[in-house]
């Protein structure tokens, strides 16, 4: 179970290379609007005891700090990474943070690469959706294209809207990065014919830059989990892949 500081790492990420996590979310706590069954920071109700936040001059100045002691240090690296314990854009300030993280990443590391991982479900809001059209990479989330499945993986802790979720995509015209997790349970395969056919038709409606497919590589909260071999993820993606699609397999 993760719990992060404001500002973390490097670390090495098997998507975004050496990456500086920024964390907007409690120190000692967890917030998402999901409870994934598969997230490594635990289950959401593990972490209550700490629901503060950070202001966005606090996330400022620690990546300040953090940014002049890695060049001090001559430490490279590749993604400045807004993670860490939850959905990133549930901060009420995340558009102004993301403005800030731009200009210390500009004054910094020019060549890193700002990233947000993000399950998407914030794109009717316009502030974040302005906000994230800034970054390098807006990393969005969808693990399965239909409601059943949304709720058994991901189990959303509000009325999730697939449709209004795809549409918020919709609105990146293409300049965003997709990920989808893989695995099997005891009632949900991304792999199977259904489920499979109905995500490589969202994929098509919504046309990416680039797909990030990849499986369980920590300790999950849901023990009954069955991890997909990237062969196996390859071979189900084979149609997009023929396709033209950018495929990133992990």
């Not at 947000?116 to 316009?126: C, F, G, I, K, M």
């Not at 990849?214 to 997009?240: G, W």
Request: net charge negative; glycine share 4%; charged share 30%.
């Amino acid at each position: 179970m993760l719990r992060e500081e404001t500002v973390f790492g490097p670390i090495r990420s098997r998507r975004l290379g050496r990456s500086l996590g920024i964390n907007l979310l409690p120190q000692k706590g967890k917030i998402c609007n999901f409870d994934c069954i598969y997230c490594e920071c635990g289950w959401n109700k593990d972490g209550k005891d700490d629901q503060s936040l950070p202001t966005a001059l606090d996330v400022r100045r620690a990546l300040e700090d953090k940014l002049a002691e890695l060049m001090l240090e001559d430490v490279q690296i590749d993604s400045i990474t807004f993670s860490g314990d939850g959905e990133p854009t549930l901060h009420p300030e995340f558009d102004r943070i993301v403005e800030d993280v731009i200009k210390l990443r500009d004054a910094f590391y020019p060549n890193a690469k700002i990233s947000v991982l993000t399950n998407a479900t914030r794109l009717n809001e316009e502030k974040v959706v302005q906000a994230l059209k800034k970054v390098d990479n807006p990393i969005l989330k969808l693990d399965a294209a239909t409601l059943a499945g949304v709720q058994s993986i991901n189990r959303p802790t509000f009325p999730y809207d697939l449709e209004q979720v795809l549409c918020g995509m919709e609105q990146f015209d293409g300049e965003f990065i997709l990920q989808t997790m893989f695995l099997k349970t005891a009632d949900f395969d991304s792999t199977a014919p259904d489920m499979l056919e109905l995500w490589m038709e969202a994929v098509r409606r919504i046309q990416p830059r680039e797909i990030q497919c990849y499986s369980v590589d920590r300790p999950t909260p849901e023990k009954a989990i069955e991890k997909i071999s990237a062969d196996q993820i390859r071979k189900a993606v084979k149609p997009l892949i023929e396709e033209g699609f950018v495929m990133s397999i992990y």
